[in-house]
Every structure is written in C-alpha cells, then in structure tokens.
T-cell receptor, first 115, second 113 residues
Framework: GAVVSQHPSWVICKSGTSVKIECRSLDFQATTMFWYRQFPKQSLMLMATSNEGSKATYEQGVEKDKFLINHASLTLSTLTVTSAHPEDSSFYIC???????????FGQGTRLTVV | GQQLNQSPQSMFIQEGEDVSMNCTSSSIFNTWLWYKQDPGEGPVLLIALYKAGELTSNGRLTAQFGITRKDSFLNISASIPSDVGIYFCARGPGGTSYGKLTFGQGTILTVHP
C-alpha cells in the first residue's frame, strides 16, 4: 500500500517552455502532498505544500508564479514549471502524507533537463 | 530554519561490516524518520520513530530516537552490496505539518564486495 506515482520520470524541454509533472497517490487519498527539489549530490529541499481544494503554500524563496501547483483531487497534484530555464534543471520529487501519520511516501521523482 | 546535521557525509566499507550514522539538531522534534534513496529514485522510508528513547528495528536496520529528542542514529548490521545508496534522516514536527519534512544532508554509503 501507500504507493505514490510520478509522471513523467524524466523530461527534456527547451528553455522558455512549460513542463507539467503529475503526482498521484494510487491506493490512498492524500489531502496534502509535498513537492521537493533535489540538486545533484544534495539533499531534498521542500518547495511547497499542496492542499486539496486550496492554494498551495510555498517555502521562502520559491516563486509561486514560476512553480504552479494544482491539487484538484484527493489523488492528484501537479507541478508546472513555467518558462523553464536551464537553472530549473533538477530532480523534482513529490510525497503524499498518510492521513493521521507522520510518514510521507515519495514518488519516484522526475528528472527535468532544460536545454 | 531548523537544521539537521547528519554524519558522516560518506562511508566506504567492506561487505559484512556494520555501519552507523547519526543526525543531530538544536531543536526538539516529535518524529524522526530514516530514508534510503537509490540513484534516480525517490526516497524510501526505512524506519519511523515517534517516542524519545524508542529503539526500532527493520531487518538488519536499527534506529533510535534520542532521549533528548534532539538526535537519532541508524545502524546497519552485516552490510551487503544492495545497501549502497544515500541515507537521509528527516524530522517531522508533528501536528498539522506531518509530512512537511526537513532532511539531513545525507550519508552516501558505498559497500565493497
């Protein structure tokens, strides 16, 4: 149980275009999902908290207009990187919180490369 | 923000050896979580700790929540090649922020056959 699936696993896009990444909880409902970014050989840094049916909460220093988050259902959150630039190239990982617990189960990540 | 100090940063060991890594913080936390991340994958939860002093095992892995609630360690006994990866400690503040995790810097483990 508690499977979180991300799509796509990797994507290459041209500078200036937008990319959408999906995060789905496959066998449970998640009122809250989290988006992280991980640069090579570094730790995971929380970008934003995605709440079903309401606006996302962004961490300090994360541009909300650049990283659009939509959590339209209890099993799906999407992260759209708008007007992507090479410096946005990173490993983006989502997680979904099990209701009533501390555990957060992670997706497999999405490798974004902006050329 | 609240920082987690994880050490060591990397370890190179022989197969069969035991491994120990730890995390410390200046703040008190309600939960400690240990994750393993394989290259190109998301982190996978290994052990979750909820009580000060709690000692929990998961196969060859053992983790403890420090009595002061400011530290935790993870031990791996009789290491095998598939233990290779990056191990992260993470803290959860509890309450409505469950799942909003802060991660340590990670420990890169290399196991030589």
């Amino acid at each position: 149980g508690a499977v979180v699936s991300q799509h796509p696993s990797w994507v290459i896009c041209k500078s200036g275009t937008s990319v959408k990444i999906e995060c789905r909880s496959l066998d449970f409902q998640a009122t809250t999902m989290f988006w992280y970014r991980q640069f090579p050989k570094q730790s995971l840094m929380l970008m934003a908290t995605s709440n079903e049916g309401s606006k996302a909460t962004y961490e300090q220093g994360v541009e909300k207009d650049k990283f659009l988050i939509n959590h339209a259902s209890l099993t799906l959150s999407t992260l759209t990187v708008t007007s992507a630039h090479p410096e946005d190239s990173s490993f983006y990982i989502c997680s979904a919180r099990v209701v009533g617990g501390a555990e957060a189960f992670f997706g497999q990540g999405t490798r974004l490369t902006v050329v | 923000g609240q920082q987690l100090n994880q050490s060591p940063q990397s370890m190179f060991i022989q197969e069969g050896e035991d491994v120990s890594m730890n995390c410390t913080s200046s703040s008190i936390f309600n939960t400690w979580l240990w994750y393993k991340q394989d290259p190109g994958e998301g982190p996978v939860l290994l052990i979750a700790l909820y009580k000060a002093g709690e000692l929990t095992s998961n196969g060859r892995l053992t983790a403890q929540f420090g009595i002061t609630r400011k530290d935790s360690f993870l031990n791996i006994s009789a290491s095998i090649p598939s233990d290779v990866g990056i191990y992260f400690c993470a803290r959860g503040p509890g309450g409505t922020s469950y799942g909003k995790l802060t991660f340590g810097q990670g420990t890169i483990l290399t196991v030589h056959p």
